[in-house]
Antibody, heavy 120, light 108 residues
Framework: QVQLVASGGAVVQPGGSLRLSCAVSGFTFSRYGMHWVRQAPGKGLQWVAAISHDGTLTYYLDSVKGRFTISRDNSKNTLYLQMNSLRAEDTAVYSC?????????????WGQGTLVTVSS | EIVLTQSPGTLSLSPGERATLSCRASQSISNNYLAWYQQKPGQAPRLLISAASSRATGIPDRFSGSGSGTDFTLTINRLEPEDFAVYYCQQYGSSRPITFGQGTRLEI
């Protein structure tokens, strides 16, 4: 059974940092590109970041570039998102998702998210 | 950035009817790289369709996708009670970032 379980969400002050994790089971993690997607309250889905199956390539939404870092540990089947210099507009539910086909970023599997609230 | 506009925002139908959901892109999507997802309350989205018309593994054949360029459609024939959910389209063509539509709520 495929599971993607995101954790690490919390309430943090503007300018603060947070590290999200996504534990994966049920498929061969090291074969899949991985992504973070967020959904702000009452808003639509927004892609945030991606990492290649082997961790050598990373991609970011312009508004998070330089503040967020996506990484992975294939030995632990875990995806991470380090979020620094957080802003109010980063408040959202963050979910992890996987894609198998290089260059075709649609999501075969998608986990439930973890809530990040940036507020003073 | 490609903007995807889904219509209608909410669609009210009865079990057994056919649902037609639209997704229109602000510019042509390369290779017709458009996906559809279903999301139920409290659950993660589920992939239904990729490449505009290719059903994902395990998706019933009452779900079908069509379209090309800028206009795409998700059709659900013979609605089942479990089909009532929110549906999102997503483009993953060569234009970055990948983007999603705002969703269509299919309600009974």
């Amino acid at each position: 059974q495929v599971q993607l379980v995101a954790s690490g969400g919390a309430v943090v002050q503007p300018g603060g940092s947070l590290r999200l994790s996504c534990a994966v089971s049920g498929f061969t993690f090291s074969r899949y590109g991985m992504h973070w997607v967020r959904q702000a309250p009452g808003k639509g889905l927004q892609w945030v970041a991606a990492i290649s199956h082997d961790g050598t390539l990373t991609y970011y939404l312009d508004s998070v570039k330089g503040r967020f870092t996506i990484s992975r540990d294939n030995s632990k089947n875990t995806l991470y998102l380090q979020m620094n210099s957080l802003r109010a507009e980063d408040t959202a539910v963050y979910s992890c998702a996987s894609n198998l086909i290089v260059g075709a970023w649609y999501f075969d599997y998608w986990g439930q998210g973890t809530l990040v609230t940036v507020s003073s | 950035e490609i903007v995807l506009t889904q219509s209608p925002g909410t669609l009210s139908l009865s079990p057994g009817e056919r649902a037609t959901l639209s997704c229109r892109a602000s510019q042509s999507i390369s290779n017709n790289y458009l996906a559809w997802y279903q999301q139920k309350p409290g659950q993660a989205p589920r992939l239904l369709i990729s490449a505009a018309s290719s059903r994902a593994t395990g998706i019933p054949d009452r779900f079908s996708g069509s379209g090309s360029g800028t206009d795409f459609t998700l059709t659900i024939n013979r609605l089942e009670p479990e089909d009532f959910a929110v549906y999102y389209c997503q483009q993953y063509g060569s234009s970055r970032p990948i983007t999603f539509g705002q969703g269509t709520r299919l309600e009974i």
